[in-house]
């Protein structure tokens, strides 16, 4: 069982942190948007996939899933981390990769220790 950090609670994060608690690790998903959080904290998705609630609930009550808005204290406690924030497209079609690097910054402010650092995205 590893500890698991998982940033970002949209489509891919939440998904992505869901899974991983079902398979039996540690899951702590955070986001610093307080609405998202505080509907998970009441069992509520913001996004919908078909049985994510179903899962959702079964690992909230089993003590592998939980949420989180303090993303530094997260980053300290967990071992493995991975990053699940937004690259929106800029106007050339790149993407627009202000969210994980303010993630990233993050990340490293607050390293206290050998940490295993993973990247998801869904170009939206």
């Known amino acids: 069982m590893m500890k698991v950090c998982?940033?970002?609670?949209?489509?891919?994060?939440?998904?992505?942190?869901v899974c991983l608690s079902e398979i039996g690790h540690d899951v702590i998903c955070v986001d610093k948007?307080?609405?998202?959080?505080?509907?998970?904290?009441?069992?509520?998705?913001?996004?919908?996939e078909p049985?994510?609630?179903?899962?959702?609930?079964?690992?909230?009550?089993?003590?592998?899933?939980?949420?989180?808005?303090?993303?530094?204290?997260?980053?300290?406690?967990?071992?493995?981390i991975f990053i699940c924030v937004g690259t929106p497209p800029l106007s050339d079609g790149s993407a627009d990769l202000r969210f994980v690097e303010e993630v990233a910054r993050e990340i490293g402010n607050n390293l206290n220790g050998y940490k295993i650092i993973g990247y998801y995205s869904a170009y939206n």
């Open 33 to 48: 948007e307080e609405l998202k959080i505080n509907m998970l904290l009441e069992n509520k998705l913001p996004i919908y």
């Open 51 to 80: 049985n994510l609630d179903i899962l959702l609930i079964k690992n909230i009550e089993k003590k592998r899933l939980i949420f989180s808005k303090d993303i530094a204290s997260v980053i300290r406690s967990q071992d493995i």
């Open 6 to 17: 998982v940033i970002g609670t949209g489509y891919v994060g939440l998904v992505t942190g």
